[in-house]
């Protein structure tokens, strides 16, 4: 069974140019993560889907973040303008609602602002 | 809220040795506990968990946890550390009850396994 699948994987941007992510979660988990991982510390969640409804995004910086899942499936996390500080790891996760269900991790698109 | 602290950014250890990697939590509510590992390049792959039952929890990779109430920590182990263990590893606590899972993650350990 495929895993969370995350797009690009790399990817480098100058600052105040647009960028966005691709996430295809696990077939059947309705609840979707996005989290940002920066350099040498843990990831940080900015925005949790149950199904299409986005109910926790307290830590998405929304003046230039935005996120959506469409169908209650995939997901696009959009920067723009990017800034030099979102240079980072953008993890995409997945799990089936509710506490102590595992949540899966895509591998991460690495973005670098330059 | 919670928040997790990772004491050691780094642990060398060589070959074949045991290994603890130590972790502690805060929380005002109860919370379940977890490990994931992430290699090189990679995203987080989980290692184990504590739900409830026995505070002793086996993971993959022949890694363990034990969970104490009273110190609120969730130590990780491996009696016989390989070199291909080397990656970071994260402890992270998600709250009870709410009806969602979501987790805050500490600030990783290396650990360096050398020959």
């Known amino acids: 069974e495929a895993g969370v699948v995350q797009s690009p994987r790399y990817k480098i941007i100058e600052k105040k140019q647009p960028v966005a992510f691709w996430c295809n979660p696990i077939?059947?988990?309705?609840?979707l993560y996005w989290y940002r991982q920066n350099l040498g510390q843990g990831p940080e969640l900015l925005i949790r889907y149950e199904n299409e409804e986005a109910v926790d995004d307290s830590q998405l910086p929304k003046d230039r973040f935005s996120a959506e899942r469409l169908k209650g499936v995939d997901s696009t996390l959009k920067i723009q303008p990017a800034e030099l500080g979102d240079s980072a790891v953008y993890l995409c996760a997945s799990s089936f609602r509710g506490p102590g269900n595992t949540i899966y991790f895509g591998e991460g698109s690495w973005l670098t602002v330059v | 809220a919670q928040s997790v602290t990772q004491l050691d950014s780094q642990v060398p250890v060589f070959e074949e040795a045991p290994v603890e990697l130590r972790c502690n939590y805060s929380s005002s509510v109860s919370v379940y506990l977890f490990w994931y590992v992430q290699y090189p390049n990679q995203g987080l792959q989980l290692l184990l968990k504590y739900l409830s039952g026995s505070t002793l929890v086996k993971g993959i990779n022949g890694f363990e946890a034990e969970f104490n109430k009273s110190q609120t920590s969730f130590h990780l182990r491996k009696p016989s550390v390989h070199i291909s263990d080397t990656a970071e590893y994260f402890c992270a606590v998600s709250p009870q009850g709410g009806g969602f899972q979501k987790l805050v993650f500490g600030t990783g350990t290396r650990l360096l396994v050398s020959p």
């Open positions: 077939s059947g988990h309705n609840t």
